[in-house]
């Protein structure tokens, strides 16, 4: 899918709808991060308006770049009672080649954090 939509890049709509998506399925039944998901993809359209078509499309590079590393690395990891993190990996965060590393961002239980995968 990646290389598809790098050679046929989607309209600005279509990349803030797939980037919601992403953020839905990443930060699915955590409202805060949810929130700060979405205002952050808004404020990076927002800061676009003025762009030229060729700047537009160089963003819209970026964008695309940004939702599969949000569907493809992200995963949510929740602290539980005995201090640790728990997550569920689905598959495809496991289909990767990568370093194997959990990166675990300050800020306590229910914070995101991304996980790259070797593949086995």
Same mark, same amino acid.
């Given at each position: 899918?990646?290389?598809? &939509?790098?050679?046929?890049? @989607? !309209?600005? *709509?279509?990349?803030? /709808?797939?980037?919601? +998506?992403?953020?839905?399925? &990443?930060?699915?039944?955590? @409202? !805060?991060? *949810?929130?700060?998901? /979405?205002?952050?993809? +808004?404020?990076?359209?927002?800061?676009?308006?003025?762009?030229?078509?060729?700047?537009?499309?160089?963003?819209?590079?970026?964008?695309?770049?940004?939702?599969?590393?949000?569907?493809?690395?992200?995963?949510?990891?929740?602290?539980?009672?005995?201090?640790?993190?728990?997550?569920?990996?689905?598959?495809?965060?496991?289909?990767?080649?990568?370093?194997?590393?959990?990166?675990?961002?300050?800020?306590?239980?229910?914070?995101?954090?991304?996980?790259?995968?070797?593949?086995?």
């Amino acid at each position: 899918r990646h290389a598809r &939509a790098m050679a046929s890049l @989607p !309209t600005s *709509l279509g990349l803030f /709808r797939s980037l919601l +998506r992403a953020r839905s399925a &990443a930060f699915k039944g955590d @409202p !805060t991060a *949810l929130t700060a998901a /979405r205002t952050e993809i +808004r404020k990076h359209f927002d800061e676009s308006k003025h762009l030229s078509p060729s700047e537009a499309s160089g963003k819209i590079k970026e964008g695309v770049e940004a939702e599969s590393f949000i569907r493809l690395h992200v995963v949510q990891a929740v602290g539980n009672e005995r201090g640790n993190y728990e997550m569920t990996v689905q598959t495809h965060h496991t289909d990767l080649e990568g370093s194997n590393t959990i990166e675990v961002p300050s800020g306590g239980a229910g914070a995101a954090g991304s996980c790259a995968g070797e593949k086995k």
